[in-house]
């Protein structure tokens, strides 16, 4: 593991000539994309994928997301690629992220031992000009120590993994700021195994029925495996009210994320969020973040409606909460 971390700007073609070479030598390279920040290894090197799991201090049962430039190199990680995995493969580069039966060159440490892969195309300039650089497929979690808020911007980044990771390519903020819409499709209907930055409506009107993972199923949560784990927590203890409670909780050591404009007298941090929700999305894991400071003990979030990107913030924030 690297001592110093090398920044470089995401959208330099040296810096990106450089990341893909630290990857093939075996390396961790932060890179952005329009969901978060990723944290990078060459996905068929053991050795290099083990790296990930120590910088991050990840469960070694969390599978990790396989990404690649185009198509092909899906179909090379898969054993078989069944009818609703081509047609979803329609939506990429995007945030959806497919469960796809694992071909035997994947190793086991990257799929947690899962007879499964899950793989997607991201849709950024600079993590697709870094995949096609190196010419592998690059395993890529989020960038951030296991169990905090994902990294959505490079500080995030330098805040968790300076000095573990080798480099990081500052591309700026991310787009969408929620990670991949999870979807197995190796079963008879394609079930969303994680709410993400796709939405359930945009799934269905791709490909038609879709199912979703529901807690009570015990056979499909085993495996989906990252779902046990603690998620998405800052250091001070988020609550979860409806909307319009928030004002009525104030105190020196709270600090609130609402929709609505601060009250009038409320003591404490009010963080107003974009009212819609693709603002929300982006805003929100910089807002945990930010709000976590020195002298903050709870978090109040006022609920947001669960359409769209709101079932994938209601899912992060509830996470949180559990944190
Ligand atoms: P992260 O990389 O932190 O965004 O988490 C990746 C998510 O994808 C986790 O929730 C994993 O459980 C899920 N995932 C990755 N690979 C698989 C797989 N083979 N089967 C089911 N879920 C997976
Ligand atoms: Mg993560």
């Known amino acids: 593991m690297s001592a110093r971390t090398e920044v470089w700007p995401a959208d330099d073609p040296a810096a990106i000539a450089r990341a893909a070479e630290v990857l093939r030598r075996g390396g961790l390279v932060a890179f952005p994309t329009e969901t978060v920040y990723g944290l990078g290894a ?72 899962q007879d499964t892969v899950a793989v997607r195309i991201p849709a950024h300039p600079a993590a697709l000009a870094l995949l096609r650089a190196c010419g592998r497929p690059v395993a890529a979690p989020s960038a951030n120590r296991s169990g905090r808020p994902s990294p959505t911007t490079a500080e995030h980044v330098r805040a968790d993994l300076d000095g573990v990771v080798d480099v990081i390519l500052d591309g700026g903020p991310c787009a969408v700021g929620l990670e991949s819409t999870v979807v197995d499709v190796t079963r008879a209907t394609p079930m969303v195994l994680r709410a993400g930055g796709l939405s359930l409506e945009a799934l269905r009107a791709a490909v038609g029925a879709v199912d979703v993972l529901s807690g009570q199923d015990h056979e499909a949560m085993s ?101």
């Open 223 to 323: 495996r989906s495996p990252g779902l046990r784990h603690r998620h998405y927590a800052p250091r001070a203890r988020v609550v979860l009210v409806a909307p319009g409670q928030a004002a009525a909780l104030g105190g020196e050591a709270v600090a609130v994320m609402s929709r609505s404009p601060r009250p009038p007298g409320f003591v404490g941090r009010w963080r107003r969020m974009p009212a819609d929700l693709e603002g929300y999305a982006q805003a929100l894991f910089g807002a945990l973040r930010e709000l976590d400071a020195p002298g903050v003990e709870t978090i109040v979030v006022e609920a947001v409606p669960e359409v769209g990107l709101g079932r994938a913030i209601a899912d992060r924030l509830r996470r949180a909460a559990e944190g």
């Open 42 to 113: 060459d996905a068929l090197d053991a050795e290099a994928v083990r790296r990930i799991f120590a910088a991050k201090g990840r469960p070694a049962d969390n599978p990790l997301i396989v990404h690649v430039a185009a198509p092909e190199q899906a179909r090379a990680l898969a054993r078989a690629v069944p009818p609703a995995a081509e047609t979803l493969m329609s939506l990429w580069p995007g945030p959806l992220t497919l469960v796809l039966p694992r071909a035997a060159v994947v190793p086991d440490v990257t799929t947690a031992g």
